[in-house]
């Protein structure tokens, strides 16, 4: 993972600190991983300016080593979905780019070894993705991670994420 996606990661969960400080006493009590920076979080929300950005600083790097899930989910059911859906946006996105930065590599390999390439390689990231999304279609994937290795046309990379956001939102229907 690169440094800028680290940076990235740390700030999601900065704004994920800044939202639970907005919440209530009540919403806070029902999360049990917060028991140590529930009171922290309380008295953040008192606070006012520069004081509040470095007590939420201080919280980021305690919260960061907490289970993220939960906590995206409190924040998303009393505050809304954005935060929430700007994490899976970025999660996508991260495939994305995995997905086509393991097809260039895999192509530099084979145009070094002088083999054949073709529209069916197997890949890593889909084998992670189908994990995460068993209803991702490898061949479709491959495929446009394929052609966008061989035109380095953009639209190849739009479509990967058009087809990833449909997926997920697939997934979000049948829940």
């Given at each position: ?103 260039l590599a ?34 479709t994937l ?34």
């Amino acid at each position: 993972m690169s440094r800028s996606e680290q940076k990235r990661r740390v700030k999601d969960v900065e704004k994920l600190v800044a939202e639970l400080v907005k919440l209530p006493a009540q919403v806070l009590a029902q999360v049990d991983d917060l028991e140590e920076v529930r009171d922290a979080l309380l008295k953040t929300a008192q606070l006012e300016g520069s004081v509040r950005q470095r007590q939420i600083k201080y919280l980021t790097k305690r919260i960061a080593l907490l289970p993220l899930e939960p906590l995206y989910d409190l924040v998303g059911q009393y505050l809304g979905r954005e935060l929430v859906e700007k994490k899976q946006q970025h999660l996508l996105e991260f495939y994305r780019d995995a997905l086509i930065d393991e097809a260039l590599a895999k192509e530099q390999d084979v145009l070094e070894s002088g083999g054949e390439w073709g529209e069916g390689w197997s890949s890593k990231t889909i084998a992670e993705l189908q994990e995460a999304m068993p209803e991702t279609d490898p061949l479709t994937l491959a495929r446009l991670a394929y052609l966008f290795t061989r035109t380095r046309n953009p639209r190849y990379s739009r479509e990967i994420f058009r087809y990833l956001k449909s997926v997920q939102e697939l997934r979000q229907r049948n829940l």
